[in-house]
């Protein structure tokens, strides 16, 4: 079995400040590693994935992750944040047909 | 780019009606996916189908049914809607299965909100 733990429901930021979004995984094999935001009244949209080529995966937007595997880890981070990067991040962890979704975090960024 | 078209944003029913939530995505795409969305609990898969006429129960298939006839058509049915599935219901699709690493990225659509009074 496998799970993902996004460790706060709720980060706030002010505009211009990093971003770290927690997420831990728990997986029997060597897993795919996603993160998708959702915009208010929008479906999922990817974001990043990770499958095993390089542990710093670059996504859309100036996010990035980077996979630990020590740690089970893959926190989504962002140097400065935009107001338009107010939203709800799910972490995602995928092995063979096993997909699971994180509770979701959601980001609010303020001016 | 890939759309995937949920036909309702939002749904109000009553008790015990029978609904039919449709998704539609324009990209050939072998695998579809419905799921459940709920504050706190991220997303749940219901059912997914891997090929027209072919279908999975997902982590909770109980009060659901699907129906696909065709390849870019995927329903979920609700035979007798109840108050506990008024949620977030999402639509995904993706190019190929779980056993293809690099086309396994689901496609979502916007969501119907559904409420059961």
């Known amino acids: 079995a496998q799970s993902v733990t996004q460790l706060d429901s709720h980060v706030s930021v002010s505009e211009g400040t990093p971003v770290l979004l927690r997420c831990n995984y728990s997986?029997?094999?060597?897993?795919?590693l996603f993160w998708y935001v959702q915009h208010p009244n929008k479906g999922l949209q990817l974001l990043l994935k990770?499958?095993?080529?390089?542990?710093l995966v670059k996504g859309i937007n100036g996010f990035e992750a980077e996979f630990k595997k020590s740690e089970t880890s893959f926190h989504l981070t962002k140097p400065s944040a935009h107001m338009s990067d107010a939203a709800e991040y799910f972490c995602?962890?995928?092995?063979?047909?096993?997909?699971?979704f994180g509770a979701g975090t959601r980001l609010t960024v303020k001016p | 780019d890939v759309k995937v078209t949920q036909s309702s944003r939002y749904l109000v029913k009553r008790t015990g009606e029978k609904v039919f939530l449709e998704c539609v995505q324009d990209?050939?795409?072998?695998?579809m996916f419905w799921y459940r969305q709920d504050p706190g609990l991220g997303l749940r898969l219901i059912y997914f189908s891997y090929d027209v006429k072919m279908k999975e129960k997902g982590d909770i298939p109980e009060g659901y049914s699907v129906s696909r006839e065709k390849k870019e058509r995927f329903s979920l049915i609700l035979e007798s809607a109840s108050t506990n599935q008024t949620s977030m219901y999402l639509c995904?699709?993706?190019?190929?299965?779980?056993?293809?690493?690099?086309?396994?990225?689901?496609?979502f659509g916007a969501g119907t909100r559904l409420s059961v009074l």
């Open positions: 995904a699709s993706s190019l190929q299965g779980f056993g293809a690493p690099s086309k396994d990225i689901q496609y």
């Open positions: 995602v962890v995928r092995s063979y047909n096993d997909m699971r």
């Open positions: 990209m050939d795409h072998e695998n």
């Open positions: 997986s029997s094999y060597s897993p795919s």
């Open positions: 990770y499958t095993s080529a390089a542990t």
